[in-house]
T-cell receptor
C-alpha cells in the first residue's frame, strides 16, 4: 500500500485563489518533501520539512506537518496558471544506510483556471 | 551546470527485446536512484546506487531488471525480455554525497518513456 496518500486526487480552482493539498502517511519518518511534476516532465523539489518541524514557508508555499496524525498539507497562495501541475508528497525513512529512496503518494493534480 | 540527464527520452521496444536506459547524475552527485511511474500513479522506488555499489534494490522486480553505476560513465537500468507491463516512465534522480539533509533532496531527470509493443 502507499506510504503517502494525497488528497484530493484532483483540484480545480480559479487563478488567484489558494490551493490546499493534503498528504497522509503510515510509518514514522525522518522528513517529508513535496515535489511538483509538470505534464510529461521530471519532478521538481519544492520544500522539505523535518519531523521535528511543524510549519515551513517558501515564497507562496506553506507546508505543515503533524506527526501525531501522520499528515502534512501544502498550501499555495495566490495561485497562478503556471502552478498547474501534479503535486506529490514523499517521505524519507532513514534505515541507517544514508540517503534512502523516496516513497511517493499518487499525487494531487492541480488545475488553475485563468 | 547540467542537471540530471536521461536518454533516450522515448524508447520503443517489441516484446522480448532488451531496453537500456541511461542516466548521468548532476555534477558532484554520487547517489543515483531509479523510479518507475505508471500512468496516473506516483513514482515507485526501484533501486538506489552509489558508484560501483547497489545500496538498496528492494523495489526492483526479481527477474529481468538490473541496474549498475560504474566507476566511469552513466548509470544504466537494463530490462531484459521486455513485456507490455514494463511500459512506463522511468525516472532517475541523483543527490549529493555530503552528510545531512542535503543528501535527501533528489534532483530528477526528465525521464525515459518506454513503450513495449
Amino acid at each position: 500500500s502507499q506510504q503517502g496518500e494525497e488528497d484530493p486526487q484532483a483540484l480545480s480552482i480559479q487563478e488567484g485563489e489558494n490551493a490546499t493539498m493534503n498528504c497522509s502517511y503510515k510509518t514514522s519518518i525522518n522528513n517529508l518533501q513535496w515535489y511538483r511534476q509538470n505534464s510529461g516532465r521530471g519532478l521538481v523539489h519544492l520544500i522539505l520539512i523535518r519531523s521535528n518541524e511543524r510549519e515551513k514557508h517558501s515564497g507562496r508555499l506553506r507546508v505543515t506537518l503533524d506527526t501525531s496524525k501522520k499528515s502534512s498539507s501544502l498550501l499555495i497562495t495566490a495561485s497562478r496558471a503556471a502552478d498547474t501541475a501534479s503535486y506529490f508528497c514523499a517521505t524519507v525513512v532513514f534505515s541507517g544506510g544514508g540517503a534512502d529512496g523516496l516513497t511517493f503518494g499518487k499525487g494531487t493534480h492541480l488545475i488553475i483556471q485563468p | 551546470n547540467a542537471g540530471v540527464m536521461q536518454n533516450p527520452r522515448h524508447l520503443v521496444r517489441r516484446r522480448g527485446q532488451e531496453a537500456r536506459l541511461r542516466c548521468s547524475p548532476m555534477k558532484g552527485h554520487s547517489h543515483v536512484y531509479w523510479y518507475r511511474q505508471l500512468p496516473e500513479e506516483g513514482l515507485k522506488f526501484m533501486v538506489y546506487l552509489q558508484k560501483e555499489n547497489i545500496i538498496d534494490e528492494s523495489g526492483m522486480p526479481k527477474e529481468r531488471f538490473s541496474a549498475e553505476f560504474p566507476k566511469e560513465g552513466p548509470s544504466i537500468l537494463r530490462i531484459q525480455q521486455v513485456v507490455r507491463g514494463d511500459s512506463a516512465a522511468y525516472f532517475c534522480a541523483s543527490s549529493r554525497s555530503q552528510g545531512g539533509l542535503a543528501k535527501n533532496i533528489q534532483y530528477f531527470g526528465a525521464g525515459t518513456r518506454l513503450s513495449v509493443l
